[in-house]
């Protein structure tokens, strides 16, 4: 049976190592690490998520500015806003919510945040640095990833690694993260023709498909790491993963739940590249 991976403490812990770092600033005067969060219309998803990244800001002290935009709202407008946010010496990160409304230009958008503000690290100029191996805002969700791998004591030098789903917020960075811990991965995706017989080779084996429960536990190793990035929402408004949990977790060595894994480690991310981006800007 494996041994369940808790997204919830571990994220915990880096949120209250950052509580403890803001509480210290705040005592010595200075202005608190402050995220801007932006969110177009109301879908529930996307409400949901911000609601999380507030509540996470609250806990840890972070200041946190919420701008709610109408689904109408001029691509212009948006462009706009962000644009005072960059040149708002009192904010560190600027997070759009994503996806936006079909109308505006999610790229543009994304170019449009300074990229040392970049909290989120969908910044090309973060995304081509992390591809180069230079100083970057790294994505929260792989970040998270890698650190919940991390948190069970396995080493990921040399292990085979297969990362199924290749989105540029998960896929593609988590697979470069870990190639930078020197395992040899595998990038799997829907037209992968034989899913399975890759999964079964993997020590390390990350789902990020967006197909509930289309990992079982005859598509998994003996005793490797399983770590689910699936959030697919049931009939009965219940979140479930890309992976068959009942099945999976017989086979698996460690394995993360949904909710409860990767999900609250995003967030906790979210607020260490909030608070990193504070401190690079004390030292410009
Ligand atoms: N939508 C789904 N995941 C994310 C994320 O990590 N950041 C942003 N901005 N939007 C998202």
Redesign the pocket.
Known sequence: MAKIIDGKAVSLEVKEALRDKCAEIAASGKRVPCIAVIIVGDNPA?RS?VRGKLKAAEFTGFESRLAELPEDVREAELLHMIDGLNKDAGVDGI?????LPGHIDEDKVLDAILPEKDV?G?HPVNVANLWLGRPCTV???PKGIIKLIESTGLEIAGKKAVVAGRSN?VGKPVAKLLLDRNATVTIAHSRTPDLAALTREADILVAAVGRPGIITGEMIKPGSVVIDVGINRTADGKLTGDVDFASASEVAGFITPVPGGVGPM?IAMLMENTYDAWLAMQER
């Open positions: 996307s998520y997070l759009v919510q994503l996806p989120d969908f994505p929260c969700t917020i995003t």
